[in-house]
T-cell receptor
Framework: AQKVTQTQTSISVMEKTTVTMDCVYETQDSSYFLFWYKQTASGEIVFLIRQDSYKKENATVGHYSLNFQKPKSSIGLIITATQIEDSAVYFCAMREGGQGGRALIFGTGTTVSVSP | AQTIHQWPVAEIKAVGSPLSLGCTIKGKSSPNLYWYWQATGGTLQQLFYSITVGQVESVVQLNLSASRPKDDQFILSTEKLLLSHSGFYLC???????????????FGEGSKLTVL
């Protein structure tokens, strides 16, 4: 069965530094998609970045990048040059290929606090 | 551009009372639709999904039901609320009904439910 695990409950960093958060997943499928979402204080959930399992290159979008280590079933999120507004809860999620209407399985989230 | 709107934004209800939460998607034909539930400080738990009008699949029922009366509308309801129903309910859509998509979800603003 699918499983997504985020072991870091919370991380505190200073503004303009880099934060890294971990995510480990379990799947029996050879094709899958990995996502990171951000939930703001208002509850809004925003898509950040995606990694397709068949791609070897780490995805990068703006100041978000991924550290995809397929042999370790690991997909870390790296945020560089953090800003106060990066303070949020970050969720890792996974979808197996060919799942039809089944949606994403989410981890438990990592709360990031960015201080000035 | 696609928009997703949930209503109401927040509800305070008594145990045993009925509930109806709604979600409307505009600008996208035949999307997959999903209901997620989030306990305070918790992860996102998928409840239901629908890949077409009139068809809804249950993932975790929690004494709730869902319906899709129109292509762009998804309803979550129950006749008798429990204390355990409190939380944040999120509607989401993804490209569908094909299973070839990545499964990337786009979320509504959420509905906060407090059951007393």
């Amino acid at each position: 069965a699918q499983k997504v695990t985020q072991t870091q409950t919370s991380i505190s960093v200073m503004e303009k530094t880099t934060v890294t958060m971990d995510c480990v997943y379990e799947t029996q499928d050879s094709s899958y998609f990995l996502f990171w979402y951000k939930q703001t204080a208002s509850g809004e959930i925003v898509f950040l970045i995606r990694q397709d399992s068949y791609k070897k290159e780490n995805a990068t979008v703006g100041h978000y990048s991924l550290n995809f280590q397929k042999p370790k079933s690991s997909i870390g999120l790296i945020i560089t040059a953090t800003q106060i507004e990066d303070s949020a809860v970050y969720f890792c999620a996974m979808r197996e290929g060919g799942q039809g209407g089944r949606a994403l399985i989410f981890g438990t989230g990592t709360t990031v606090s960015v201080s000035p | 551009a696609q928009t997703i709107h949930q209503w109401p934004v927040a509800e305070i209800k008594a145990v045993g009372s009925p509930l109806s939460l709604g979600c409307t998607i505009k600008g996208k034909s035949s999307p997959n639709l999903y209901w997620y539930w989030q306990a305070t400080g918790g992860t996102l738990q998928q409840l239901f999904y629908s890949i077409t009008v009139g068809q809804v699949e249950s993932v975790v029922q929690l004494n709730l039901s869902a319906s899709r009366p129109k292509d762009d509308q998804f309803i979550l309801s129950t006749e008798k609320l429990l204390l355990s129903h409190s939380g944040f309910y999120l509607c989401a859509w993804s490209l569908g009904p094909t299973s070839q998509g990545t499964g990337q979800l786009y979320f509504g603003e959420g509905s906060k439910l407090t059951v007393l």
